[in-house]
């Protein structure tokens, strides 16, 4: 079946612990990207990724980085995770980068820093 | 600016009624594409239906059409013959070139009742 897959699902940690959330797509698609929803804010981006090695920030990106060492996963990791960073983050890839590609999302992981 | 706009409050809708989403958008390009999502309750993102700019037919799929009105900048979706499980959020997104990301409207938020 094809789909982007996220995990953890849910994630409840403390201010400053380092986490890694990962994702991947089984569809060889080239684009990648990562967004954050917030009540009031609607969906932000934060990262995005054209292709293998090439990473480029998004709207939100402070705070966060990103890897795209291979084409299926697109980890985006919180070095030092603060309360501001509670939300509820999704992945999503489409096959480029065309305003003709569709982004398919993953289920979503709903993070929790107290 | 906001590129995205959906303006509507919360709708209750009968089922087996129709209902038509509002969505304007912003923008001085003349290549993009325009989406609409559901989010459930349970929060995962779906992707419904397509439009490109350049589309001249209104896209339609299944019990979803979108009525694009280019000159009016506005790309409204039609549910038809609503169900029970169409109840969620739905979110108009927009994706130009070259920005690599999608724009999100709010999200008009729909109940169907029996």
């Known amino acids: 079946e094809a789909q982007v897959t996220q995990n953890p699902r849910y994630l409840i940690t403390v201010t400053g612990k380092k986490l890694t959330v990962t994702c991947s797509q089984n569809m060889n698609h080239e684009y990648m990207s990562w967004y954050r929803q917030d009540p009031g804010l609607g969906l932000r981006q934060i990262y995005y990724?054209?292709?293998?090695?090439?990473?480029d920030k998004g709207d939100v990106p402070e705070g966060y980085k990103v890897s795209r060492k291979e084409k299926r996963n697109f980890p985006l990791i919180l070095e030092s995770p603060s309360p501001n960073q509670t939300s509820l983050y999704f992945c999503?890839?489409?096959?480029?980068?065309?305003?003709?590609?569709?982004?398919?999302f993953g289920p979503g992981t709903r993070l929790t820093v107290l | 600016a906001q590129k995205i706009t959906q303006t509507q409050p919360g709708m209750f809708v009968q089922e087996k009624e129709a209902v038509t989403l509002d969505c304007t958008y912003d923008?001085?390009?003349?290549?993009?594409?325009l989406f609409w999502y559901k989010q459930p309750s349970s929060g995962e993102m779906i992707f419904l239906i397509y439009q490109g700019s350049y589309d001249e037919q209104n896209a339609t799929e299944g019990r979803y059409s979108l009525n694009f009105q280019k000159a009016r900048k506005s790309a409204n979706l039609v549910i038809s013959a609503s169900q029970l499980g169409d109840s969620a959020m739905y979110f108009c997104a927009m994706r130009e070139v070259p920005i690599n990301r999608l724009a999100f409207g709010k999200g008009n938020q729909v109940v169907v009742i029996p």
């Open positions: 923008t001085s390009d003349q290549s993009y594409g």
């Open positions: 990724s054209m292709n293998v090695e090439v990473t």
């Open positions: 999503a890839s489409s096959p480029g980068g065309r305003f003709t590609d569709t982004q398919y």
